[in-house]
């Protein structure tokens, strides 16, 4: 048996211990993208912390769990967007500076550069509007497929990719006009 199923069969006895070596690894990473995605630290945290209570519901619900890792990104990923909407109907999300952005989360983007530009490339992240945000987080961050996330949020596949090419194009403009090198930017 796989220490994830161990620690899940722990966790619906009620082992509360159990729970929080099961989700630890994924927190850090879990309030980065809701950072990002919402703008706002309080917002990041009630995601998290509502992620965390529906994950334990649904955990002791006995409900079946075949990859952990992509069931958590999952519930997170509801959460961000029903907290998301619940913003877009009061004001749309402040941007938060990029100090406050932890560089503690790794990017699966290889390439991208660490430090001040890794604060930058998140700051360009946070400028594009909420829904190509959240699909660019899910796709990078969270490495779910194009496929996963147009099951995720109800959207055909191929609108998914089209929304992932506008933002990866938005995203060049962005961070090639923010160069201090191109002088050509409009």
Avoid at 20 to 45: H, N
């Amino acid at each position: 048996m796989g220490y994830e199923r161990m620690l899940l069969k722990q966790c619906r006895s009620g082992d509360k211990e159990r729970f929080r070596l099961l989700v630890g690894p994924y927190l850090q990473r879990a309030y980065t993208t809701s950072l990002v995605i919402l703008g706002r630290q309080q917002l990041a945290e009630e995601v998290v912390r509502n992620a965390l209570i529906e994950t334990y519901t649904r955990i002791r619900n006995e409900e079946r769990i075949d990859n952990f890792k992509g069931w958590f990104h999952h519930v997170l990923a509801r959460c961000i967007l029903g907290i998301s909407q619940q913003q877009a109907e009061w004001k749309r999300c402040e941007h938060v500076a990029p100090s406050t952005i932890s560089a503690d989360g790794i990017l699966p983007i290889d390439t991208l550069p660490q430090g001040e530009s890794k604060q930058q490339f998140l700051y360009s992240v946070m400028s594009l509007d909420t829904e190509l945000r959240i699909i660019i987080m899910l796709f990078y961050y969270q490495e779910l497929s194009a496929q996963e996330i147009a099951s995720l949020l109800n959207i055909k596949e191929e609108i998914i990719k089209s929304r992932l090419y506008m933002a990866r194009l938005k995203l060049s403009n962005i961070i090639y006009c923010s160069c201090p090198a191109s002088k050509t930017c409009s």
